[in-house]
């Protein structure tokens, strides 16, 4: 089909095949109007399924369907799409465009999609590796592929890592900034100058594309680079003749955080982490089960006290049926709790294995007010990892290395089988 549509010069590569096509950078570069229009174009020509995805969708006003729609209408192409209120459908041609949200709608609807053609995963700098490891082997179709949109934050992320430092062999990774796009509106290069004015290195990666140490307004900014700055994210090896404690942030929709940490007298070690969701408890101790550990004492926050309306059971007593050996973290406040963390850090070694947990310390941030002020912590998809981080700092010095008995697994597979 002849279009003469207005492009910027670096999408003619996305006319090259490849697997997975990674366009990163900052902000005004065009990435989401670009991808948006080489897809309408190609599905006119290449039938096909179209998934447009994100790590959360709660609902259609956090799809790219609004991106598309106004595309359709830029490029004149109404009488070649319908566009309907959850989709849009081509007009003698079998394309559908479908969105997901790749935590938020769960493994079945997006193992749905295996047929998909090509699949647009936006804001792609916060995908988890658990979504990527689900997603990928879906999209699997003849020459699909798989087009990725980010703008990078954190070095650390997984997307950043897998697909910009390290890109699979069969990748196309294309850095996109404001300077590559000659249709810049006057309004954000305006805005653009502004920033780097009032704030040069928050214009890095706003405008630049560059990763920074953590995200604005992050909590534990400055403890994270004194962190990494001592070398303290780094291979910490199990030590079989210490016990392996847990701490806990609860969750079902949500994320739950497990986090696996030994004590040598005053020095955590941080030896691993599960962050998962849409899982039973028993799976969660099933999992732990295949590790080779001594196990110590399982922390649990307050609310793993509150009793379960389907099982008329607490997280506490279920855990404990299992054979588990539970504690309750104490309660003292999110503020004096994040004090504590703040202590914490200077005391831990990090294993490279909880880089999730790490990365959600580094998006803790605060709520930014209209006045440019930060207030409360911010509850989200971040705050998870935070808040077993902050429970492990209350516990730290309740972590004990005394005699731990054996822990029988058969017994607790018999009876968590059943919750």
Not at 259 to 276: L, N
């Amino acid at each position: 089909m002849d279009l003469e549509i207005d492009l910027p010069a670096w999408a003619e590569r996305l006319d090259e095949p490849a697997r997975y096509k990674v366009m990163y950078g900052g902000r005004g570069g065009g990435k989401s109007w670009t991808i948006a229009r080489k897809l309408l174009i190609d599905g006119l020509t290449k039938p096909g399924r179209i998934l447009c995805a994100r790590e959360t969708m709660k609902s259609m006003a956090d799809s790219v369907h609004e991106v598309l729609s106004k595309q359709i209408e830029a490029m004149n192409l109404g009488g070649r799409y319908e566009v309907l209120a959850n989709e849009i459908r081509g007009i003698g041609v079998d394309t559908q465009f479908g969105y997901a949200g790749l935590r938020t709608q769960g493994i079945t609807n997006i193992k749905s999609w295996e047929g998909a053609r090509r699949c647009w995963v936006e804001e792609a700098q916060v995908v988890s590796k658990k979504s990527w490891e689900v997603l990928t082997p879906t999209i699997r179709a003849q020459e699909s592929e798989i087009w990725i949109g980010l703008n990078p934050e954190l070095d650390t992320d997984y997307t950043y890592t897998e697909f910009v430092l390290n890109p699979q062999p069969d990748s196309i990774v294309i850095p996109v900034n404001w300077r590559d796009n000659p249709w810049l509106p006057k309004v954000l290069n305006e805005e653009r100058i502004a920033k780097l004015a009032r704030d040069p290195e928050g214009y890095k990666t706003i405008w630049e594309g560059e990763c920074r140490p953590a995200v604005e307004g992050a909590i534990y900014a400055v403890e994270i680079a004194a962190m990494q700055l001592a070398n303290r994210v780094a291979r910490v090896p199990y030590d079989p003749l210490l016990p392996v404690h847990t701490v806990w942030d609860l969750g079902w929709n949500d994320q739950m955080v497990i986090v696996f940490v030994q004590r040598v007298a005053s020095e955590m070690r941080i030896i691993g982490c599960i962050m998962d969701s849409f899982r039973t408890l028993a799976s969660y101790v099933d999992e732990m089960s295949k590790l080779d550990y001594r196990w110590g004492q399982d922390w649990i926050p307050h609310d793993g006290r509150a009793k379960n309306t389907h099982t008329g059971k607490s997280t506490e007593e279920m855990l404990r049926s299992m054979g588990r050996r539970v504690q309750i973290v104490p309660q003292i406040g999110i503020e004096d709790g994040i004090k504590a963390a703040r202590m914490l850090f200077p005391r831990v070694y990090m294993d490279k294995s909880a880089g999730e947990l790490l990365n959600s310390l580094k998006r803790y941030k605060r709520v930014k007010n209209a006045n440019g002020t930060f207030g409360q912590p911010l509850h989200d998809d971040a705050s998870h990892g935070a808040d077993a981080w902050r429970y492990l700092a209350v516990v730290a010095d309740k972590l004990s290395n005394g005699d731990v008995p054996a822990y029988d697994f058969n017994q607790s597979a018999a009876q968590g089988s059943r919750l």
